[in-house]
């Protein structure tokens, strides 16, 4: 389970055990009021039983003398008095004066360890008693003025023990307490197992939700109860196999789009690229043809066989381009060519372009630099590059472009050119679609997917090529795998 999160059955056995403690403390309470309760009545019925008693028999004393209500007397007869009570109330019993003073006591330890809180009050003419637990044994000290005709004459002071009251209490107090853990414990154990019987299921269904949630649609629950929680686990791997089900149709309509919308994307872009460069560059023959051509036959006859050349290949890139709309590879297959030439000959047909933007392009390249490519994708490598170059290069500026051998028979391309600088965080998305549309000097009617194209290009060629803008100049370098000898296209 994720962290933080608080189990149901976690929350069962607390809220069980919170409800039986709280109810079981309050049994408890209840139950040791009550006997408490109970016990002070009894004790309080014998003691004014007791105190009734032993008022009748000092006044009883006092009238068979005839003496009247002297304290005098009430310590003469004190020791015959406590003998009489004693036997008769089955009590230790003490006399005292008015002021609290011993006269005589039955048993004189019976009193000594106990306290005189109940022995005072009854000075001040109060009756009390108070209650001693020692030695597990419970005894009750019970002191009252003794009053002959409204005059208090002594104090007669009580030992009663309770142990047996007090022992069935604590018997009653200990049965209440174990029944009540027993009934505890058992519920407590019954909350438990139910809560797992609820918990468990439903914790495996959390782990399955999180799979889902996560991506996994193999997941499944394996719940055999017939309940709402195995109906619900049902549910959820009906659920799941519908999910899949239709997640796996909704993945193949997506792929499918993605492909067509691929498709589309790259017949468009070939078209709006690949059209316009060798339109452009007959255009440029056709006008200076014009301007000059006729006082210019050897220029008339490049020119005318430039427009030818490039008419050529325009009419086979729009088959291309036809056949790639239908699915169909465009391209010519791949062979080794020799790129230096491949690049003069491009160089050659964009310096017409080149010099309509008063620019020149210098080119130099090698001997033998076999690269194994296709030959109308190579050429529109060359053409777009050269082309950015021409676009965004400083008035009257010469574009290099070189074709040179390196290391493991690899052939690098590098055209280079001044003009504006480039910052170091744009160089990266200048590969990526329109990603050259802020570039101050570009070219209207651009739509910014030249190097872009030029990227892909080489991506399926298997090279490599970065672009960099240092000391005013503006560099991009292509790296190719080099081929060996044999048949060239």
Avoid at 175 to 185: E, K, R, S
Wanted: glycine share 8%; with cysteine.
């Amino acid at each position: 389970m994720r962290g933080g999160f608080r189990s149901i059955r976690t929350k069962f056995i607390v809220g069980f055990f919170l409800i039986f403690a709280v109810s079981f403390l309050l049994l408890s309470w209840t139950v040791t009021n009550i006997i408490q309760t109970s016990n002070q009545k009894i004790i309080t019925d014998d003691l004014i039983g007791l105190k009734k008693t032993s008022n009748n028999y000092v006044r009883q004393a006092f009238m068979i003398n005839h003496f009247g209500n002297d304290d005098i007397y009430f310590g003469q007869i004190a020791e015959e008095m406590i003998s009489d009570l004693r036997y008769a109330m089955s009590s230790e019993v003490s006399a005292y004066t008015v002021d609290g003073e011993l006269i005589h006591a039955s048993d004189e330890s019976a009193f000594s360890g106990a306290g005189e809180d109940d022995l005072k009050q009854a000075t001040r003419g109060a009756t009390a008693y108070t209650i001693s637990y020692e030695g597990g044994t419970a005894a009750v000290y019970y002191s009252y003025p003794v009053v002959i005709d409204g005059v208090k004459v002594g104090i007669l002071r009580y030992s009663k023990p309770f142990d047996l009251l007090y022992e069935q209490s604590d018997r009653i107090l200990n049965a209440v307490f174990y029944i009540a853990l027993a009934i505890f414990g058992a519920a407590f154990l019954f909350s438990y197992l139910l809560s797992r019987h609820i918990s468990v299921p439903l914790a495996k269904l959390e782990g399955a939700s999180t799979e889902v949630m996560q991506g996994n649609l193999d997941v499944r629950l394996e719940v055999t109860r017939r309940d709402e929680i195995g109906r619900l686990a049902d549910n959820f791997n009906d659920m799941i196999g519908q999910l899949k089900s239709q997640i796996g149709k909704i993945e193949r309509d997506r792929d499918r789009l993605e492909k067509l919308h691929l498709q589309g994307k790259h017949f468009f872009d070939n078209v709006t690229h690949e059209l316009k460069t060798p339109l452009t560059s007959i255009l440029g023959y056709a006008e200076l043809i014009r301007e000059n051509g006729e006082s210019d036959p050897a220029f008339f006859r490049k020119g005318m066989d430039h427009i030818v050349g490039e008419s050529q290949r325009l009419h086979g890139m729009v088959v291309s381009l036809l056949e790639t709309s239908k699915e169909q590879g465009g391209w010519e297959e791949s062979g080794r060519i020799e790129a230096g030439s491949l690049l003069r000959d491009v160089c050659d047909a964009m310096s017409f372009k080149a010099q309509r933007y008063k620019k020149a392009i210098r080119c130099e390249t090698g001997n033998e630099l076999l690269v194994e490519a296709q030959p109308d994708k190579l050429r529109q490598l060359f053409i777009n590059i050269l082309d950015n170059a021409i676009k965004y290069s400083d008035p009257g500026a010469e574009i290099l472009a070189s074709a040179s051998s390196v290391a493991a028979e690899n052939v690098r391309i590098v055209i280079a050119n001044s003009g504006q600088p480039i910052p170091q965080e744009k160089l990266a998305s200048l590969f990526q679609p329109f990603g050259a549309e802020g570039r101050a000097a570009r070219e209207q009617g651009s739509v910014g997917l030249g190097l872009a194209i030029a990227k892909s290009i080489m991506d399926e060629l298997g090279g490599t090529i970065t672009i960099m803008s240092e000391d005013g100049m503006n560099k991009v370098t292509m790296e190719l795998r080099g081929a060996k000898a044999g048949r060239t296209v």
